[in-house]
């Protein structure tokens, strides 16, 4: 069983800064992808950023130049940097791992940025 474990949500007004961290434990033997997507109230779930098997990262557009995601210290774990942070960047915030052909998701951590 695959666990994910968020920490780092709260409120900052804009311009500030918050880190995300998530780490995964379980049964984990081959990850193709560890990452964040957000939900806002009263849209969808939308990709933030993720960070892909051979290091590679994807970034929505509206986060590129402010958001950096990286691989904790330690193993199966990812980061995100939030710099910048805008009104519009107030969501839930959920970690999401890809291994083999499953996905799981964590419970998400609210981040809320004030004008």
């Known amino acids: 069983q695959v666990q994910l474990v968020e920490s780092g949500g709260g409120s900052v007004q804009a311009g500030g800064s918050l880190r995300l961290s998530c780490e995964a434990s379980g049964n984990i033997f081959s990850i193709n992808v560890m990452g964040w997507y957000r939900q806002a109230p009263g849209k969808q779930r939308e990709l933030v950023a993720l960070?892909?098997?051979?290091?590679?990262?994807n970034y929505a557009d509206s986060v590129k130049g402010r958001f950096i995601i990286s691989r904790g210290n330690q193993k199966n774990t990812v980061s995100l940097q939030m710099n910048s942070l805008k009104p519009e960047d107030t969501a839930v915030y959920y970690c999401?791992?890809?291994?083999?052909?499953?996905?799981?998701w964590g419970t998400g951590t609210q981040v809320t940025v004030s004008s």
């Open positions: 999401h791992l890809g291994v083999l052909a499953n996905t799981y």
């Open positions: 960070l892909i098997a051979g290091g590679s990262t």
